[in-house]
């Protein structure tokens, strides 16, 4: 049976969901679910990824939960399971996962072709950034998620794969932790051609980048500040994302 009533835990399957055309049968989603933005300030809001207010998610009687395993919490999930709701669980690593999880909640939400268009399009769109990318010197690049202490992506994480396919080379891809912590020492002794400051999950500033300058010894242009929900978010975001990433990694950016 096709969902009527649908809270989304994940702020890039909101925005998808609206992409599908299933929008209008979302009734709840979280304090950081910001696109479409006209749409999502109409809704009901759940509290935050990891602070869901249950009783408010249960309120809304939705027959169908959206979740990321990452995240959202065990503990949170069982608990709307246990009510009898039916939750659709996501965990994309790769870019060809996004579209595999663009196909398979297009077929949950009953729409199955707008889910095909999108996975088409990132699927097109990955095959793109790597003809693009071919034959060209990989920049090798350090992806920062936060500050004090940093911590930075391994190679089993979705943004690892999307800057691979478009040109890059992660310095820290083979740490055994998925958001291994790094050391300042470490940042200057991987001697990255960039290291790419997102806006999220830490909203990384100016003062922060002259901060990674000093500490990893690169000059500022190859300390850039880069969009997080271009780079992070799958879904309906990730064709987007995959030009992004290919047009950051084609600057002379990282040449040096």
Same mark, same amino acid.
């Given at each position: 049976?096709?969902?009527?009533?649908?809270?989304?835990?994940?702020?890039? !399957?909101?925005?998808?969901?609206?992409?599908?055309?299933?929008?209008?049968?979302?009734?709840?989603? +979280?304090?950081?679910?910001?696109?479409?933005?006209?749409?999502?300030?109409?809704?009901?809001?759940?509290?935050?990824?990891?602070?869901?207010?249950?009783?408010?998610? $249960?309120?809304?009687?939705?027959? !169908?939960?959206?979740?990321? #395993?990452?995240?959202?919490?065990? #503990?949170?999930?069982?608990?709307?399971?246990?009510?009898?709701?039916?939750? $659709?669980? +996501?965990?994309?690593? +790769?870019?060809?996962?996004?579209?595999?999880?663009?196909?398979?909640?297009? #077929?949950?939400?009953?729409?199955?072709?707008?889910g095909e268009r999108i996975a088409r399009e990132i699927e097109a769109?990955? #095959?793109?950034? !790597?003809?693009?990318?071919?034959?060209?010197?990989?920049?090798?690049?350090?992806?920062?998620?936060?500050?004090?202490?940093?911590?930075?992506?391994?190679?089993? +994480?979705?943004?690892?794969?999307?800057?691979?396919? %478009?040109?890059?080379?992660?310095?820290?891809?083979?740490?055994?932790?998925?958001?291994?912590?790094?050391? %300042?020492?470490?940042?200057?002794?991987?001697?990255?051609?960039?290291? $790419? /400051?997102?806006?999220?999950?830490y909203m990384f500033t100016a003062p922060h980048a002259a901060e990674?300058? %000093?500490?990893?010894? /690169?000059?500022?242009?190859?300390?850039?500040?880069?969009?997080?929900? $271009?780079?992070?978010?799958?879904?309906?975001?990730?064709?987007k994302g995959l030009r992004y990433a290919g047009e950051l990694l084609?600057?002379?950016?990282?040449?040096?």
């Amino acid at each position: 049976m096709t969902p009527q009533r649908i809270v989304c835990l994940c702020p890039s !399957l909101t925005e998808a969901l609206f992409d599908l055309g299933a929008g209008s049968r979302v009734v709840g989603v +979280t304090d950081w679910c910001v696109h479409p933005e006209e749409e999502v300030e109409k809704r009901t809001k759940i509290g935050g990824t990891k602070t869901p207010h249950l009783d408010i998610i $249960f309120s809304l009687n939705p027959d !169908l939960v959206v979740v990321n #395993e990452e995240e959202n919490r065990l #503990e949170d999930v069982e608990a709307i399971e246990a009510r009898g709701i039916e939750v $659709f669980n +996501t965990f994309p690593k +790769t870019v060809l996962d996004a579209a595999a999880t663009m196909r398979a909640m297009g #077929e949950k939400v009953g729409c199955a072709e707008q889910g095909e268009r999108i996975a088409r399009e990132i699927e097109a769109e990955r #095959e793109k950034v !790597l003809a693009t990318a071919k034959g060209r010197k990989p920049v090798r690049f350090g992806y920062l998620i936060w500050r004090r202490p940093y911590m930075t992506v391994n190679r089993d +994480t979705f943004v690892h794969d999307l800057l691979t396919l %478009a040109g890059g080379q992660n310095v820290f891809a083979d740490l055994p932790q998925r958001y291994p912590k790094i050391s %300042a020492e470490q940042l200057f002794t991987a001697k990255p051609d960039a290291i $790419f /400051l997102p806006t999220e999950p830490y909203m990384f500033t100016a003062p922060h980048a002259a901060e990674v300058c %000093a500490d990893s010894g /690169l000059p500022p242009e190859r300390v850039p500040l880069v969009d997080g929900e $271009f780079l992070t978010w799958y879904g309906s975001r990730t064709p987007k994302g995959l030009r992004y990433a290919g047009e950051l990694l084609a600057r002379p950016i990282g040449r040096g």
